[in-house]
């Protein structure tokens, strides 16, 4: 089992739409999770982080956590052709392997 | 302020060449680290620096490759002897807490 996974899609949605993207984790003891988005020939750029369980929400984004399941997903409300990218989620644990793991993230598309 | 910065933007060089890649940090982050990402793969892990502490080299993929970072700032990743494998985004990235903010990359070519 891979440690965070995410749907590699592709995920089309219509412009003014809602996209959710998913990502789960196996490390129960992950205490921070991250967006980045990654747009073609570009590196990862920090777009959310949530470090408690529920939403936060910044401008059209918001990031949902649940660490029951070991869930967290991304939402982007209004999308735009300008959120058409890959999504990468990113998940840190504090304890012994102190580093970011990253899914192999979600290519979102979305259609005018 | 500025971001992090890494040079070159490219290199292409010839197998069996030695190549260095440069990354400087966020004026202030502590930690360092060393991604690579091929051609439409994922993230992979290469080494990590946390202040004055020994680095976590786990992801080095072999011995042909090894980074310094001097003065806890500038990092130098190395490449001894590339092979058509070493081909891919070579990405830094710095943090002060969690968060990691990423480089533009050093996209290398090994002919």
């Known amino acids: 089992q891979k440690e965070v996974e995410q749907n590699s899609g592709p995920l089309s949605v219509p412009e003014g739409a809602i996209a959710s993207l998913n990502c789960t984790y196996s490390?129960?003891?992950?205490?921070?999770f991250f967006w980045y988005r990654q747009y073609s020939g570009k590196s990862p750029e920090l777009i959310m982080s949530?470090?408690?369980?529920g939403d936060k929400e910044d401008g059209r984004f918001t990031a949902q956590l649940n660490k029951a399941s070991q869930y967290v997903s991304l939402l982007i409300r209004d999308s735009q052709p300008s959120d058409s990218a890959t999504y990468l989620c990113?998940?840190?644990?504090?304890?012994?392997?102190?580093?970011?793991?990253f899914g192999t993230g979600t290519r979102l598309t979305i259609i005018p | 302020g500025a971001g992090v910065s890494q040079s070159p933007s490219n290199k292409v060089t010839e197998k069996g060449k030695d190549v260095e890649l440069r990354c400087d940090p966020i004026s202030g982050h502590t930690a360092l680290y060393w991604y690579r990402q091929s051609l439409g793969q994922g993230l992979e892990f290469l080494i990590y620096f946390q202040g004055n502490s020994a680095p976590d080299k786990s992801g080095l993929p072999s011995d042909r490759f090894s980074a310094e970072r001097t003065g806890g700032s500038v990092s130098t990743l190395t490449i001894q002897r590339t092979q058509q494998e070493d081909s891919a985004v070579y990405l830094c990235a710095s943090s002060a807490g969690y968060e990691q903010y990423f480089g533009p990359g050093t996209r290398l070519t090994v002919t």
């Open positions: 490390d129960r003891v992950s205490q921070s």
């Open positions: 949530i470090y408690s369980n």
């Open positions: 990113a998940v840190y644990s504090n304890f012994g392997n102190e580093k970011l793991t």
